[in-house]
C-alpha cells in the first residue's frame, strides 16, 4: 500500500533529507493530535466555549488550561507524591475530581499532605 500525504515546509526537499522531513512532521501532527486529545476530552475542558465575559477572558482561561496541563506534565515528571497520588486514583477527570473535593472539604496545610489526602481517602487499590 502507498501512503501518500502533503505537508507545507520551506525546507529544501532532497532525496538526502526527504524521510527526516517526513518522519518530524508526523511527529509534530502526533503530538499536537494527542496534546489537543487531552485538553478536549480528558479533565481540561478546553472544548467548552469560553467566550463569555469582558475583553480577552476566552483567550485567558485557555492560556490556563494550557499552563495548567504544562504544569500537571512537569509534576508527573518531578514530584514523586503528585506520580503517587495520580496512579491511585487512576483517570485524569477522576484524579481531578478527587483533587476538588479534597479542597471543597478539608483544609491543608502543605501540598505534600494534600496529596497524601488524596491517595488515602481512594484507599487501597
Known amino acids: 500500500m502507498i501512503y501518500k500525504n502533503s ?11 526527504v524521510v527526516l522531513i517526513v518522519n518530524c512532521a508526523r511527529a509534530r501532527w502526533k503530538i499536537e493530535n494527542e496534546h489537543n ?9 478546553l472544548k ?8 480577552h477572558a476566552s483567550e485567558n482561561y485557555c492560556l490556563l488550561n494550557i499552563l495548567a496541563f504544562l504544569f500537571h506534565g512537569i509534576l508527573m515528571l518531578s514530584d514523586e507524591n503528585y506520580q503517587k497520588a495520580r496512579a491511585t486514583v487512576g483517570r485524569r477527570t477522576e484524579f481531578f475530581s478527587e483533587l476538588r473535593a479534597a ?4 483544609r491543608h ?4 499532605g494534600f496529596l497524601l489526602f488524596v491517595r488515602v481517602i481512594q484507599g487501597p487499590g
Do not use: A, M
Open 7 to 17: 505537508w507545507v515546509t520551506n525546507k529544501t526537499v532532497s532525496q538526502d533529507n
Open 37 to 45: 486529545n487531552v485538553l478536549k476530552n480528558q479533565g481540561y475542558n
Open 48 to 55: 467548552h466555549n469560553f467566550g463569555h465575559g469582558e475583553n
Open 103 to 106: 479542597l471543597k472539604f478539608v
Open 109 to 112: 496545610n502543605d501540598w505534600d
